[in-house]
């Protein structure tokens, strides 16, 4: 009876300790640096995949390889970023990299002309934007990361 009941607390045990693991993020090096980098777009941007975008910005966990513009709880896309929706922008690495460097630049190229935008932020630094990148890369369709 004792065994048969402590076979059974160890096996109740495996279990949660299964699931914890399976609910663990583990990131290659490189979204690990991203991670950190996350924290300046955090200030607007939600990355945790459940919850609902922000008044201040779309929630972007899923954004990588999805088109532009397309988050129906954020209704404050610009100008910009509607016009390159309307174009079907998809955010590739090479989009992410020149959109972060300088968002009205990058909408003004995508749209052919000068436009509103609504991202008042850049990060210059090239290795930060390739470690964003490889973040939103890693963490796309993995609620445990955020
Ligand atoms: C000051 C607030 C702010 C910060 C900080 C910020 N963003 Fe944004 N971001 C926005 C807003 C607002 C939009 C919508 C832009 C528009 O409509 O023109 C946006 C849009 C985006 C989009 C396109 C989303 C979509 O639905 O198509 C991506 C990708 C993005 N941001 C990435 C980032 C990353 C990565 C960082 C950090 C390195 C960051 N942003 C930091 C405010 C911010």
Same mark, same amino acid.
């Given at each position: 009876?004792?065994?048969?009941?402590?076979?059974?607390?160890?096996?109740?045990?495996?279990?949660?300790?299964?699931?914890?693991?399976?609910?663990?993020?583990s990131?290659?090096?490189?979204?690990?640096?991203?991670?950190?980098?996350?924290?300046?777009?955090?200030?607007?941007?939600?990355?945790?995949?459940?919850?609902?975008?922000r008044?201040?910005?779309? #929630?972007?966990? /899923?954004?990588?390889?999805?088109?532009?513009?397309?988050? *129906? $709880?954020?209704? =404050?896309?610009?100008?910009?970023?509607?016009?390159?929706?309307?174009?079907?922008?998809?955010?590739?690495?090479?989009?992410?990299?020149?959109?972060?460097?300088d968002?009205?630049?990058?909408?003004?190229?995508? #749209?052919?002309? /000068?436009?509103?935008?609504?991202?008042?932020?850049?990060? *210059? $630094?090239?290795? =930060?934007r390739?470690?964003?990148?490889?973040?939103?890369k890693?963490?796309?369709?993995?609620?445990?990361?955020?």
């Amino acid at each position: 009876m004792f065994v048969k009941s402590l076979v059974a607390g160890m096996a109740v045990a495996l279990i949660a300790a299964g699931s914890a693991l399976a609910a663990e993020c583990s990131l290659p090096p490189d979204a690990q640096a991203g991670k950190t980098v996350s924290n300046q777009c955090k200030s607007c941007h939600e990355f945790q995949a459940d919850k609902p975008s922000r008044p201040t910005a779309p #929630n972007i966990h /899923d954004i990588y390889g999805e088109k532009a513009g397309q988050r *129906k $709880d954020f209704p =404050k896309y610009s100008e910009g970023m509607q016009g390159a929706a309307a174009k079907g922008l998809v955010w590739t690495d090479a989009n992410i990299m020149e959109y972060l460097a300088d968002p009205k630049a990058f909408l003004a190229k995508v #749209n052919g002309k /000068d436009v509103k935008h609504a991202m008042f932020f850049n990060l *210059k $630094d090239e290795q =930060k934007r390739k470690d964003i990148i490889a973040f939103l890369k890693a963490i796309k369709g993995k609620p445990e990361c955020n």
